[in-house]
C-alpha cells in the first residue's frame, strides 16, 4: 500500500464546502423542476380555459347573431347597433 499523506485542514474545509454547494445546487435544481412541472400543468389548465372562452364566445355570437342579426355591441351602453 503507497504511503498516505494527509491533507491540509484548510484543503479538506475547501473539499467539504465545495461538496455541500453541490448538494445544495442538485436540491434546488430539483426544486425548479418541481416548479417547472407545477407551471406546465398551470399552463395546461389556461389553455383549457381559454378553449371554453373561445367556444362560448362563438357560441354566444351565433346566438347574437341569429337574434339581432349582423353588427357590433356596444356594452358600456348595453345595446346592439345594426351593420347598415
Not at 465545495?18 to 395546461?44: F, H
Amino acid at each position: 500500500m503507497s504511503k498516505q499523506i494527509p491533507l491540509k485542514e484548510e484543503y479538506v474545509d475547501q473539499l467539504l464546502n465545495l461538496d455541500k454547494a453541490k448538494k445544495n445546487l442538485t436540491e434546488e435544481l430539483g426544486k425548479i423542476g418541481l416548479q417547472e412541472l407545477l407551471i406546465e400543468k398551470r399552463r395546461d389548465k389556461a389553455e383549457s380555459y381559454l378553449d371554453q372562452i373561445t367556444n362560448e364566445e362563438a357560441r354566444l355570437s351565433k346566438v347574437l347573431n341569429e337574434e339581432y342579426g349582423p353588427g357590433a355591441l356596444d356594452l358600456n351602453n348595453k345595446v346592439f347597433i345594426p351593420k347598415e
